[in-house]
T-cell receptor
Framework: DAKTTQPPSMDCAEGRAANLPCNHSTISGNEYVYWYRQIHSQGPQYIIH???NNETNEMASLIITEDRKSSTLILPHATLRDTAVYYC?????????????FGQGTTLQVKP | KAGVTQTPRYLIKTRGQQVTLSCSPI?????VSWYQQTPGQGLQFLFEYFSETQRNKGNFPGRFSGRQFSNSRSEMNVSTLELGDSALYLCASSPATGGLGNTEAFFGQGTRLTVV
């Protein structure tokens, strides 16, 4: 699975959009981009995933660049409860494995 | 639908002892993966079980083992505990039966193991 690079920490004002970047310059054509987050002392929570098209769900939007070497997770209106560590993971999809390789992630601090 | 259940939530053991942790996946999920989380190493993949067979394995010593039962419940065992085994152990379940849309992993709250 491709390696990802994320900034170690970011701040965001409550109510503003949080944009979390991820670099995955060695991503292969069949690898998907996944985002999970982990709120303190809880298990990670799935947020969203995509291949090359932008994706949106009730939690967030995922923007993937045309060359697929980077992506951005967008939380449109961050709240204090969005304070967490956010992990960007790339892996081959096809549903044939539950294995996830986590990096160090980005600690997002949402401030009032 | 009930989530992933891990028991116990907290555990204190002595060096040299062994420990067994339990994970009950979401009903219908056949894949159970285990992860170790420490402040120094972050979240690390231990192993994955699917239909009672180990399908993937991380880079951990043989003291770490697991198994999966016919009802998909899984246990992991750590023998000859070391101080460095103190960690949050997380279990995740997913359908993982192939095909897009079957890859989302759902995590439990974890078992906090302290080795003294």
């Amino acid at each position: 699975d491709a390696k990802t690079t994320q900034p170690p920490s970011m701040d965001c004002a409550e109510g503003r959009a949080a944009n979390l970047p991820c670099n995955h310059s060695t991503i292969s054509g069949n690898e998907y981009v996944y985002w999970y987050r982990q709120i303190h002392s809880q298990g990670p929570q799935y947020i969203i995933h995509g291949l090359k098209n932008n994706e949106t769900n009730e939690m967030a939007s995922l923007i993937i660049t045309e060359d697929r070497k980077s992506s951005t997770l967008i939380l449109p209106h961050a709240t204090l409860r969005d304070t967490a560590v956010y992990y960007c993971i790339v892996r081959v999809d096809g549903g044939n494995t539950g294995k996830l390789i986590f990096g160090q992630g980005t600690t997002l601090q949402v401030k009032p | 639908k009930a989530g992933v259940t891990q028991t116990p939530r907290y555990l204190i053991k002595t060096r040299g002892q062994q420990v067994t942790l339990s994970c009950s996946p979401i009903s219908g999920h056949r894949s159970v993966s285990w992860y170790q989380q420490t402040p120094g190493q972050g979240l690390q993949f231990l192993f994955e079980y699917f239909s009672e067979t180990q399908r993937n394995k991380g880079n951990f010593p043989g003291r770490f083992s697991g198994r999966q039962f016919s009802n998909s419940r899984s246990e992991m065992n750590v023998s000859t505990l070391e101080l460095g085994d103190s960690a949050l152990y997380l279990c995740a379940s997913s359908p993982a039966t192939g095909g897009l849309g079957n890859t989302e992993a759902f995590f439990g709250q974890g078992t906090r193991l302290t080795v003294v």
